[in-house]
């Protein structure tokens, strides 16, 4: 069976170890009939034809921008980050197979069979977020009156940003999709008419903690997804330097290992390679990795200039609050 993993010591860039690892696992699949790892193959060609062919990411980011110059006039006085990037090769290899794992075990769960591979090749088409943009915003606190509270303001303007974003980028060819969710409880800052496009995490939250708004949008021009984010700046920390980052890769690892002790080796060989895939990616030790344009000292302490990691930034824009020291 070919892994990743396998591809990581030699040095190469990210894009010739996407070529080599997709063309490999193509010819294997073919070899073995394995339509799964067809399925796989294809999935890496998208992430090569992103980084091979940039011209349509000028364009989206051009008509994205838009928006953050509309943020720059309508909210002068917030402090906000506009960044995009594409998705690190190691961590769309680790959702690629986790959502493999999610499924098989979700379905032998409920009805103490496993699916085909057709099944398990629809249930792979739900990659939306290739491409992600997010919007961090900050309120600082000389805007804030004595009889206000910091955080449900900055929330009240993070519904309103929300609120606007569909129509606004609907208006330069992107079309925003539904967010498959079950009608239930609606947050009470969207609007009616936007938020059947949301996934709201600010008004519920992940078990982690974990808070933000997603929405993915498809680019008509590009004809790709995108995904978009939008969180304060306090929930940007919690999800990247806070609990929630670190609960969520503990608790990925335990979750990943309780359905292998409910699905043990041999039952599923879909699974079992999966898993296989997972479980070496998740233990693997950046420090000794060789690629071009990485460097990491240990798991911690990573200079990721190529993306393999964490991702290759596309649009890094910052707006700084204007008139901070004037009294409200």
């Known amino acids: 069976m070919i892994t990743l993993n396998d591809y990581l ?60 110059l509309y943020m720059t006039q309508k909210y002068p006085f917030l402090a906000f980050t506009f960044k ?6 190691i961590r769309a290899e680790e959702k690629f197979n986790a959502y493999i794992l999610e499924y098989i075990y979700n379905y032998y769960k409920e009805h103490g069979t496993f699916p085909g591979d057709a099944q398990i090749k629809n249930n792979l088409n739900c990659f939306r977020d290739l491409i992600a943009y997010r919007i961090v915003i900050s309120l600082p606190q000389c805007h804030v009156k ?33 967010s498959g969710l079950p009608d239930g409880e609606k947050a009470p800052g969207l609007d009616e008419n936007v938020s059947p496009y949301y996934r709201d995490y600010v008004h519920t939250p992940r078990p982690s903690g974990y808070r933000s708004m997603h929405i993915t949008f498809y680019d008509n021009s590009a004809r790709c997804y995108t995904e978009v984010q939008l969180r304060t700046k306090d929930m940007d920390d919690y999800a990247e330097i806070g609990d929630a980052n670190h609960f969520g890769y503990e608790k990925s690892q335990e979750e990943n290992r309780s359905k292998r002790d409910i699905i043990p080796p041999g039952k599923c060989k879909t699974f079992d390679e999966a898993y296989e895939r997972l479980i070496k990616l998740q233990e693997l030790d950046l420090a000794d990795i060789k690629v071009n344009m990485f460097k990491a000292y240990n798991n911690h302490l990573i200079n990721d200039g190529c993306g393999l990691f964490r991702g290759r930034q596309i649009l890094p824009f910052e707006h700084l609050s204007r008139f901070q020291n004037d009294e409200v």
């Open 9 to 68: 010591y030699s040095g190469d860039t990210v894009l010739k170890i996407l070529l080599r690892y997709s063309a490999d696992l193509k010819n294997e699949a073919k070899e073995t009939h394995n339509p799964i790892d067809l399925a796989h193959s294809n999935f890496l060609i998208q992430i090569t034809e992103l980084l091979e062919h940039t011209d349509f990411l000028t364009s989206q980011s051009h008509r994205i921008k838009e928006f953050y």
């Open 84 to 89: 995009g990037r594409i998705k690190s090769l």
């Open 146 to 178: 004595d009889d206000e509270d910091l955080e449900t303001q900055e929330i009240r303007y993070l519904y309103e940003i929300a609120n606007v974003l569909p129509c606004f980028l609907e208006e330069r060819g992107f079309t925003p999709e539904l």
